[in-house]
């Protein structure tokens, strides 16, 4: 296993501990020079550690000309220290807050469906962050007593900017409890409640591409911000960059003070996951579980949930590498060759994939079959009604499956579509008291828990399904075909230039809202819906829609049909219509 050298990153057994992080003394500053960090994802981890963190000092003006491996230059307040030594972020009184805002007023910090992100050493910089954190604080400064839970990924440098958030919360009177290690966002998430925290701070970009980061903030009920947060939010982060003062303590001073306390999350999480599934059961049945973290914030932790029985838990791609091993950290077939092949060889029953931060789940059967997300959430509502006796609504993303509205109607129980984001699904989940919600990226949760995604509960939950119905997942999968009749899907990334991505997207807005389509690829449209996109119900029972990112610039174009090549025809139909076609 490789490892960053000591004094870089502070590894043990590829997960950082709070206490061992070296922090960074640069003051990173916006750099438009390359589109995004220079290394490489097929790198291996220490090689790819070198190179990003020698790409974020190269972007500190101060470290003009000097090469990889170098010091960096004495500030005449600090000399360097000693390998082994924590070098703290620079004293607050070194910058003027002013000058900091003016930094990065040319950064857009927005909240999309799923917090702020943005490609690290460009417009994801420390400078960045502690703006976008000074606004989140004084959002928060409003509360009595106002305290904070702050986590974050294996991503490159994530510990590091998470000790920014800390320090900025701190100086401003918010109460921070900090994760020891990096730590799944829904760990950190029910951390809110555990310790009764005013909000959460999560530094990661989930299933984004390595080179991104990113910040999502989580109120006091533990889910996804509101859009009427999001905004006082955003209006809070614009009041910093036009000039506001960026209040910044040192950590080491401010966790002596009290102001912030590093936590262990994992012992009250588990607790909690015990209480809503039975583990005892899963333990004992003997299972043989693949676990595929994806170099991400879940590793170990399934490991942990199902010790000490008869089930064994095996984990691949469980170090930390910040290029995530050349693939994306999200767990859809394209990304998981290897674990599909380790699942077909034989002697596993289950493998349970989570993204970059474990807030959803990928899911291959004993056969090396993907069950793809949508399948997914059928099978967790088909095993919830049939399984658990559970009574109640399920709360399902506009670009989910019919598969889940059939069910309703066998099950007798009520189906809610939403636009997409746990920011509409968790509150409707609340007001309805729902069993389940999710979405097509998947993203699950349920009655009971926080209302927002986790992806390790969703894994369990299938090893229990498995123990409850007696037999292997892929005929699991036949008893729901049974029930609902054969469903195929497909989703097509549609990647478009970064600078243009605004402007196609207005253009393509325009044409769909005005010459929306009456037919395609020879089914009559029904109805349809375009609060969310545009989403075309047809008369042979399928559906498409289009989608425009709100993080990536990419256009999602999705397709549900009773057979695999009529969602080709249809996919191929609606990209011909928009003269976007998917990259080979």
């Keep these: 296993m490789d490892h960053p050298p000591a004094g870089r990153a502070g590894l043990r057994n590829g997960r950082p501990r709070l206490g061992e992080v070296r922090g960074s003394r640069s003051r990173l500053l916006p750099s438009r020079r390359s589109p995004r960090p220079a290394w490489r994802p097929e790198q291996s981890s220490r090689q790819a550690w070198l190179a990003a963190e020698d790409h974020l000092r190269a972007d500190d003006p101060r470290n003009a000309g000097i090469g990889p491996g170098c010091a960096r230059p004495a500030t005449g307040r600090r000399s360097a220290r000693p390998v082994g030594e924590s070098q703290l972020s620079p004293d607050p009184s070194a910058a003027d807050p002013a000058t900091i805002g003016k930094t990065v007023a040319n ?253 959803r789940v990928g899911i291959i059967d004993e056969r090396g079959t993907f069950i793809n997300q949508l399948q997914v959430m059928a099978l967790l509502m088909m095993y919830l009604v049939e399984k658990r006796g559970q009574k109640g609504d399920v709360v399902r993303s506009l670009t989910s499956t019919s598969m889940v509205d059939k069910l309703g109607e066998r099950f007798g129980v009520t189906v809610h579509e939403l636009k997409v984001g746990f920011k509409y699904i968790g509150p409707k989940m609340a007001e309805t008291n729902a069993i389940l919600g999710g979405e097509e990226s998947g993203g699950f949760a349920f009655r009971g828990h926080i209302p927002e995604r986790d992806g390790i509960l969703s894994g369990i939950t299938f090893a229990d399904m498995i123990v409850k119905y007696g037999k292997p997942l892929s005929k699991i999968m036949e008893h729901l075909t049974e029930l609902v009749g054969p469903h195929f899907y497909a989703r097509h990334d549609l990647h478009l230039d970064r600078q243009e991505y605004a402007t196609r997207r207005a253009e393509l807005y325009g044409r769909l809202e005005k010459e929306p389509p009456t037919e395609i690829a020879g089914s009559r449209v029904v109805r349809s819906r375009t609060d969310d996109g545009f989403k075309y119900y047809l008369e042979d029972g399928s559906w498409v829609l289009v989608r425009f990112s709100g993080t990536e610039p990419l256009i999602r174009v999705y397709s549900e049909a009773g057979s695999k090549e009529r969602v080709d025809q249809l996919l191929a139909a609606l990209e011909e219509r928009l003269g976007v076609r998917q990259l080979a």
């Design 107 to 359: 950064v857009e910090i927005t909240f999309g469906t799923d917090g702020w992100r943005g490609i690290i050493a460009d417009d994801f910089t420390y400078e960045s962050v502690r703006i976008a954190t000074q606004g989140i604080a004084q959002y928060l400064s409003s509360r009595p007593n106002p305290s904070a839970i702050v986590g974050y990924d294996t991503r490159f440098a994530s510990d590091l900017f998470a000790r920014e958030v800390a320090q900025v919360l701190a100086a401003n009177g918010v109460k921070v409890f900090i994760i020891n290690a990096p730590a799944p966002t829904q760990v950190a998430t029910y951390a809110i409640l555990d310790k009764k925290a005013s909000g959460g701070l999560v530094i990661t970009a989930s299933h984004n591409p390595y080179y991104f980061s990113g910040l999502k903030y989580k109120p006091e009920y533990a889910g996804s911000a509101s859009p009427e947060v999001t905004t006082r939010l955003e209006q809070e982060i614009q009041r910093v960059q036009r000039g506001g003062r960026v209040m910044q303590v040192r950590f080491d001073d401010a966790q002596r003070e009290g102001k912030i306390e590093v936590f262990d999350p994992q012992p009250a999480y588990a607790a909690q996951i015990n209480r809503l599934v039975d583990l005892g059961a899963i333990k004992a049945a003997g299972l043989k579980i693949l676990h595929e973290p994806m170099y991400g914030a879940s590793q170990g932790y399934v490991r942990a949930l199902l010790a000490g029985g008869r089930t064994t838990v095996e984990e691949i791609h469980g170090e930390r590498n910040p290029g995530f091993g050349g693939m994306h950290p999200e767990p859809i077939a394209q990304w998981m060759p290897e674990a599909m092949e380790r699942m077909r060889k034989g002697g596993f029953d289950l493998c349970i994939a989570n993204d970059g931060d474990a807030d």
